[in-house]
């Protein structure tokens, strides 16, 4: 079977932004089966229930499964792994860019939204998925340098910090990200 793609944004955010539609365009042209779902965000909204309910949808439809290549940006990356493990879900291939968890300081709406993404036993998800790759900077203005590469150690199979990157979104001059197309 084939693999699909499953694109998953961060807080605050959408598909619509940063390298997404530019991943999700590049995908296409070599006509891969693409997902970017619109998770909920803002206070109130964004949080790990609301998410999980919407990421049901696309197991439930057989999207999420043993082939499928997962990329995610900022909080997502934590969001997934909890996912992947309280539901017991293998998939192919992880991308997670500058992930972490159980981090607060960013400001209190990010800390709000944030916090339900959280869990302690991040290292389980080794065993939903053989084939972690993490991304992060070491300059991200939003979440520390330490934090970032203390989740990568953590997981990773492959990691890779990109010199004044930021936070490796369109503020940061990522509306494209050449490197990740090496993962597909």
């Known amino acids: 079977m084939k693999n699909n793609y499953l694109l998953v944004h961060g807080s605050f955010s959408s598909p619509f932004s940063n390298w997404l539609p530019w991943l999700r365009s590049e995908l296409e042209k070599e006509n891969l089966e693409v997902y970017t779902p619109d998770f909920p965000t803002g ?4 949080n790990y229930d609301n998410w999980s309910k919407l990421l049901k949808v696309y197991v439930e439809a ?7 290549v997962i990329y995610a940006h900022s909080i997502a990356p ?3 792994c ?21 981090y607060l300081g960013i400001d209190k709406d990010y ?9 302690d036993n991040l290292e389980d998800v080794k065993e939903y998925c053989d084939d972690i790759i993490c991304y992060y900077s070491d ?3 939003y979440v520390k340098y330490d934090v970032e590469k203390e989740f990568a150690d953590a997981i990773a ?16 001059n990522y509306s ?5 197309l090496k993962h597909i």
Do not use: W
């Open 43 to 46: 206070v109130g909204y964004q």
């Open 62 to 68: 057989g999207i999420v499964n043993e082939n499928t």
């Open 78 to 80: 934590i969001f997934v």
């Open 82 to 102: 909890k996912f992947l493990v309280e539901n017991k879900i293998k998939v192919k291939r992880l991308v997670f860019v500058c992930g972490f968890n159980n």
């Open 111 to 119: 800390d709000s939204v944030n916090e339900s993404m959280y869990f």
């Open 139 to 141: 300059n991200d203005p």
């Open 157 to 172: 199979t492959t990691e890779y910090c990109i010199p004044g990157g930021g936070h490796l979104n369109a503020e940061s």
């Open 176 to 180: 494209e990200f050449k490197e990740l």
